[in-house]
Nanobody, 126 residues
Framework: VQLQASGGGLVHAGGSLRLSCAAS????????MGWFRQAPGKEREFVTG????????YYADSVKGRFTISRDNAENTVYLQMSSLKPEDTAVYYC????????????????????WGQGTQVTVSS
């Protein structure tokens, strides 16, 4: 499975960006998808994730109410709409996938995911 993230860039605080992650080489419609980010000098952290049918999704507290994850299984793509961006959102954003579905035991850790995209840089200026 290959994941290709795109849509990063430079934006002013308060602005918006939409990231995309296109999947190929697997059965995207069965995957749990996640977005992680890694800021300079920090560990990679969970941002948001969604199971295959979109009926279960989770957000990190730091992005609740500002970020929205969505997916289009027909297009093999997952999106991350980011609004009200803050300088502390500056990071490399990664999409990830795992061919499992989850109930209450959500996969928040990097090791829970089998496939990773290459990352896209998001920079929020103050």
């Amino acid at each position: 499975v290959q994941l290709q993230a795109s849509g990063g860039g430079l934006v002013h605080a308060g602005g918006s960006l939409r990231l995309s992650c296109a999947a190929s080489g697997g059965t995207f419609s069965t995957y749990t998808m996640g977005w992680f980010r890694q800021a300079p000098g920090k560990e990679r952290e969970f941002v948001t994730g969604m199971i295959w049918n979109g009926r279960r999704l989770y957000y990190a507290d730091s992005v609740k109410g500002r970020f929205t994850i969505s997916r289009d299984n027909a297009e093999n793509t997952v999106y991350l709409q980011m609004s009200s961006l803050k300088p502390e959102d500056t990071a490399v954003y990664y999409c990830a996938a795992v061919d499992k579905t989850y109930g209450s035991n959500w996969p928040y850790e990097e090791l829970d995911y089998s496939y990773w995209g290459q990352g896209t840089q998001v920079t929020v200026s103050s």
